[in-house]
């Protein structure tokens, strides 16, 4: 048994924990406050909540509030600028995982020269090594999805060429993260939805991955049994504190995945449809490929994982590995998700061929730590089987 741990972020979980954030050594004297063109934190008080526990711990701010739900290359160049020219001495990133990404890829430019792209691997990145330290980054999570919080990686487009790209290192992971489930109760049932199975995805997607190993496994189960008992439940009701609390567990989880194992190419398809088409929402491209992405590596690979995936998913006399994919379709229904269509988000039946092609150009190292290698014509056919 081999593997690594390294997971150096704080995580301060809990309800009421955003308290935290007025009484904690902060990493500077003047932060770089991130959060999407959305006017979410501000309707619902949490942009104000932060920035007077910020007043309150004595520290200044500078607000940058023009993320995007899929986050794109100029805000990160233009949010490092702002960070430079006005001192910022470390970032927060507060929102869902668009603008915490954003803020790690911020902090990255703000003490760097040159561009985001410069040190992005795959696709027209030219992957150099990133030679000064990053800021220090604060995360504060209102979404229960990405599990950026407890992972150093961040997804950022290049919008002139719709590649999403991944990346991160040592240097990303959050000097503390706030996971407090109060933030989370305004979130709308469909975001939640998305949100949830993207989390999802992050634990299945690190447990069928050839780098699993016994740490990530530890993790990727239990959140699983989490999003699969609480999930349905947030979506229902959105004021049920207890399911908002363990969605939001089993997202961190997912993140603590992320920092073990890691996604496999199911990520690199969806990256490839919203990065061409940056209004479909990521969990919601993750939702649209799932079934026929996980019928096909069920049949191939690992049955054992697929049956115990199913038995934690609630599927508990589960024998067949298609039984996780029962199990899955039936999560859907539950949440409400389970008739999405692609051609909703403008994507037309006759782009697979390209998609797929993007998909290994821009992230192909995904599709490297699968346990069955995907060929071309089997990419096109998960994506045309799942085109409605």
């Known amino acids: 048994m081999n593997f690594n741990y390294y997971m150096p972020s704080r995580l301060f979980f809990g309800k009421g924990e955003i308290e935290k954030l007025g009484t904690e050594k902060l990493p500077g004297k003047k932060a770089l406050l991130?959060?999407?063109?959305?006017?979410?934190?501000?309707?619902?008080?949490?942009?104000?909540?932060?920035?007077?526990?910020?007043?309150?711990?004595?520290?200044?701010?500078?607000?940058?509030?023009?993320?995007?739900?899929?986050?794109?290359?100029?805000?990160?160049?233009?949010?490092?600028?702002?960070?430079?020219?006005?001192?910022?001495?470390?970032?927060?990133?507060?929102?869902?995982?668009?603008?915490?990404?954003?803020?790690?890829?911020?902090?990255?430019?703000?003490?760097?020269?040159?561009?985001?792209?410069?040190?992005?691997?795959?696709?027209?990145?030219?992957?150099?090594?990133?030679?000064?330290?990053?800021?220090?980054?604060?995360?504060?999570?209102?979404?229960?999805?990405?599990?950026?919080?407890?992972?150093?990686?961040?997804?950022?487009t290049k919008e002139e060429t719709g590649e999403k790209i991944g990346g991160g290192f040592d240097g990303t992971f959050p000097y503390f993260s706030i996971i407090d489930p109060d933030l989370m109760m305004s979130i709308p049932a469909h975001l939640t939805a998305y949100q949830g199975f993207d989390a999802l995805f992050h634990s299945t997607e690190g447990y069928i991955n050839k780098t699993a190993n016994f740490m990530s496994d530890l993790f990727a189960l239990a959140s699983i049994e989490l999003i699969g008992k609480y999930l349905p439940r947030a979506v229902r009701d959105g004021s049920d504190a207890e399911a908002r609390a363990m969605v939001a567990l089993a997202n961190t989880l997912a993140g603590m995945v992320e920092s073990t194992s890691g996604c496999t190419s199911e990520h690199s398809l969806e990256?490839?449809?919203?990065?061409?088409?940056?209004?479909?929402?990521?969990?919601?491209?993750?939702?649209?490929?799932?079934?026929?992405?996980?019928?096909?590596?069920?049949?191939?690979?690992?049955?054992?994982?697929?049956?115990?995936?199913?038995?934690?998913?609630?599927?508990?006399?589960?024998?067949?590995?298609?039984?996780?994919?029962?199990?899955?379709?039936?999560?859907?229904?539950?949440?409400?998700?389970?008739?999405?269509?692609?051609?909703?988000?403008?994507?037309?039946?006759?782009?697979?061929?390209?998609?797929?092609?993007?998909?290994?150009?821009?992230?192909?190292?995904?599709?490297?730590?699968?346990r069955y290698q995907l060929s071309h014509e089997e990419i096109v056919s998960i994506l045309e089987k799942s085109y409605r």
């Open 34 to 156: 991130v959060i999407s063109a959305g006017g979410s934190m501000k309707k619902y008080g949490y942009l104000d909540k932060v920035t007077d526990l910020l007043k309150k711990n004595d520290t200044d701010y500078v607000l940058f509030d023009k993320i995007l739900p899929n986050p794109i290359k100029s805000h990160v160049m233009e949010g490092a600028a702002v960070a430079k020219t006005q001192g910022c001495d470390f970032v927060i990133g507060l929102g869902g995982g668009s603008s915490i990404d954003s803020a790690k890829a911020i902090a990255v430019m703000a003490t760097n020269e040159g561009d985001y792209w410069d040190y992005i691997g795959g696709g027209s990145g030219k992957g150099l090594p990133v030679p000064n330290k990053p800021l220090p980054i604060i995360a504060i999570t209102t979404t229960a999805g990405t599990g950026t919080e407890a992972d150093p990686w961040m997804v950022v």
């Open 271 to 370: 990256h490839a449809l919203s990065g061409y088409h940056p209004k479909l929402p990521h969990g919601a491209g993750l939702i649209m490929i799932s079934l026929e992405y996980n019928k096909l590596f069920a049949d191939k690979v690992c049955p054992e994982r697929f049956v115990a995936m199913a038995k934690a998913l609630g599927k508990t006399d589960a024998v067949h590995p298609q039984d996780f994919v029962t199990a899955l379709a039936e999560l859907q229904k539950a949440c409400g998700v389970d008739n999405l269509k692609m051609s909703d988000y403008g994507i037309k039946a006759d782009e697979m061929q390209e998609i797929a092609r993007h998909a290994k150009d821009t992230m192909g190292g995904l599709f490297e730590v699968d």
